[in-house]
């Protein structure tokens, strides 16, 4: 059965392959190694004449991807771990993402930067982030994160060969090992993907057969695991059941799947892996409160990181991250809420 | 030097002067956007530099990017209606003085972010054997950021078709490179294995002389090369900001590029090239003015969609 990360690695080598303007760039890329976490595993020997492995400087091999693109090529960068995006954050924000608006539309700066994110890898306050909450909001600047269940292979070559704007793609350390699609999950869950004219869809989940939700859970990457997971137990334990939007596109966001899961529910939680505070799901339960007639009798919480680097003691990192027995207490307190509002 | 030569140097460095000193009037008037950082004094190097180059080749210009920019070939017109904020402008009102465009010249305000770009830009042309180069100017201030020296490597080790050019003007913005520079300039470059020509002078002349041999090097070898030309700017940083010792900068009119080649052109020439570019300044100002504004609304409206997935 196919892996995210053998997803991955098949878009990689059919991106180029397809495409001779993409060019792949990275630190410790290079067979027989293959990168930190293996998707660039085979390219160097299948295209060694455009794979490139780099020095250690995230800035510069991010800037010279910005000039590639700006002179007609599709370059990928690598970052090894997410949390070295920071190295690479003038590039990304006052460079990649500035050149088609600051020169008028003239130029294109089609790149895309992947990089594993995420923790529960025990790797400790710096290996363990999920950084692209600092990068969501960057006028320009698609961030897109995969999840299990959509795709990855079909995101990935979207990002590489169809989107011209700069990309940063999001790969949850631990998605790498996940399982793809519907034969992995309980039997009953309904999984559908957006219309696939956009680049980057949003998968909604439900229980088949079940009553009306009664919440809805927005979540993005390898959350999207642990929610459909509390999810279940929500349904066997509790009979609550909760619609799962999970967007691939985080910034900008089209919120319309979530809204409209919300309509139908009138409670929402938002679940990201990140520090909560002023993160994505901010933004989620902002869109909704605006965009929604039902405000008035809004029910919503965010569920994240607690506000702290990432600890590495395996007991200490769970207890600083969202887990399965939170998002199932966030919901179920919702749900209750709601009941109370209702009186 | 021929004579025709010579009065083609002074009219590409009179037009870039007056148009320059043109910008700062109109900055004083409040006529222009943001800020504007002048070149004035530094003509020699865009000139000598640019003037050495294809038209083919690519200019990764800075803040200080007006005399690169109508050095290259940009419109004249263009580059003033940027300024003014005009839907003619180079960027169409986007950019402003700082982030210009046109085919082969792209500039940047942020200091040192343009080198891995232009080093980009370099495996790019060399991978299509465009035999294309890109020449990137940076100052003396840029040196001191880091991505500099992640650019000099890789573009050392790569093998990149790339001409880095130091306008040392002595200052960065207010701090005189007394205040922030360690060791050697040509030895940075050099340590990474990139010949450096340095050139104390602002002979257009000896400039251009000496870039046509590291351009042509860079060209046949496929490999980068540095130019540091020492020099220095009449005018501020941008505005407002110059506490030099005026007594300093008397001192270096004396090396003024405009005054050092007219003392080898006859009265004639000297006077066509001022004429020449004067009317050449006063006619793009002048239809600048004239220019439409954007329509905010139609415009980011449109951009914003253009964002979209």
């Known amino acids: 059965m196919t892996t995210v990360l053998q997803a991955l690695n098949e878009a990689m080598h059919e991106a180029m392959a397809s495409d001779e303007r993409v060019l792949f760039l990275g630190e410790d890329i290079l067979d027989p190694y293959g990168g930190a976490f293996k998707v660039a595993q085979g390219l160097s020997t299948q295209f060694p004449d455009r794979v490139l492995t780099t ?65 529960r890898r025990g790797y400790g306050p710096t290996h363990s982030q999920c950084t692209e909450k600092h990068l969501l909001g960057i006028p320009g600047l698609r961030v897109v994160a995969v999840n299990s269940l959509c795709d990855p292979k079909q995101l990935l070559l979207n990002a590489i060969l169809r989107d011209d704007e ?49 919440v809805t859970i927005a979540t993005y990457g390898y959350m999207a695991d642990l929610v459909l997971d509390a999810a279940w137990r929500l349904a066997m334990e509790q009979e609550i059941f909760a619609e799962v939007i999970v967007p691939t596109c985080l910034s900008p966001l089209d919120i319309a799947p979530i809204l409209r899961s919300f309509e139908r529910t009138g409670a929402l939680l938002a679940v990201e892996e990140g520090a909560v505070s002023l993160g994505w799901g901010s933004e989620v339960l902002s869109l909704v409160a605006e965009g929604s007639p039902k405000v008035g009798r809004f029910v919503a919480r965010r569920l994240g990181a607690r506000d702290l680097p990432i600890p590495s003691s395996r007991p200490l990192e769970n207890a600083a991250l969202p ?14 809420r709601q009941e109370k509002n209702a009186v | ?260 080649l007219r003392a080898r052109l006859s009265h004639e020439e000297y006077d066509r090239a001022l004429i020449v570019a004067r009317d050449e300044v006063m006619g793009a100002f002048a239809q600048a003015e004239k220019d439409a504004w954007p329509d905010p609304a139609a415009l980011l409206d449109a951009r914003q969609e253009l964002l979209k997935p």
Not at chain 1, 182 to 205: G, K
């Open chain 1, 166 to 214: 700069p990309t940063l793609f999001v790969e949850h350390k631990l998605l790498y090992l996940s399982r793809l699609g519907q034969s992995s999950r309980p039997p009953r869950f309904e999984i559908t993907c957006s219309d696939s004219v956009f680049l980057y869809p949003a998968v909604s989940v439900r229980i088949a057969g079940a009553p009306k939700a009664g």
């Open chain 2, 1 to 260: 030097m021929s004579d025709t030569t010579g009065a083609r140097l002074m009219h590409e460095m009179l037009r870039i002067r007056l148009f320059e000193e043109r910008a700062l009037e109109e900055f004083s008037r409040g006529r222009l956007f943001g800020t504007t950082h002048t070149c004035i004094g530094q003509e020699a190097d865009a000139v000598g530099v640019i003037g050495a180059l294809l038209r083919s080749d690519i200019v990764f210009s800075n803040h200080r990017g007006h005399g690169h920019y109508l050095a290259h070939g940009g419109s004249m017109r263009a580059l003033a209606a940027e300024l003014m904020g005009r839907s003619t402008g180079a960027s169409g009102g986007l950019g402003g003085s700082q982030h210009l465009h046109f085919p082969g010249f792209y500039s940047n305000g942020v200091q040192g972010g343009i080198v891995p770009c232009a080093v980009g830009m370099a495996l790019a042309e060399k991978r299509r054997n465009s035999g294309a180069i890109i020449t990137v100017f940076l100052g003396d201030g840029t040196l001191g950021e880091g991505v500099v020296y992640e650019s000099l490597n890789i573009a050392s080790l790569w093998k990149l078709p790339v001409l880095f050019a130091v306008e040392n003007n002595r200052y960065a913005q207010t701090t005189p490179v007394s205040a922030n520079f360690a060791g050697d300039f040509s030895l940075r470059f050099k340590a990474f294995g990139i010949d450096v020509d340095e050139l104390d002078t602002t002979d257009v002349v000896v400039i251009s002389e000496a870039a046509t041999l590291a351009v042509s090097s860079v060209r046949e070898r496929v490999a980068p090369r540095a130019i540091l030309l020492n020099t220095y700017r009449f005018s501020p940083h941008s505005k407002g900001d110059d506490f030099r010792d005026p007594a300093e900068i008397d001192r270096f009119r004396q090396f003024d590029p405009i005054i050092l």
């Open chain 1, 323 to 336: 887990g399965v027995q939170d998002i199932f207490d966030a919901a179920m307190q919702l749900v209750t």
């Open chain 1, 55 to 119: 020095p250690i400087s995230e800035a510069a091999i991010t800037g010279i991807a910005t000039g590639l693109a700006l002179r007609g090529m599709r370059p990928v960068v690598e970052i090894m771990f997410g949390d070295f995006l920071s190295l690479a954050f003038d590039q990304l924000l006052n460079h990649a993402c500035k050149f088609r608006w600051m020169y008028n539309d003239q130029v294109r700066v089609p790149m895309v930067v992947r990089t594993p994110m995420g923790g």
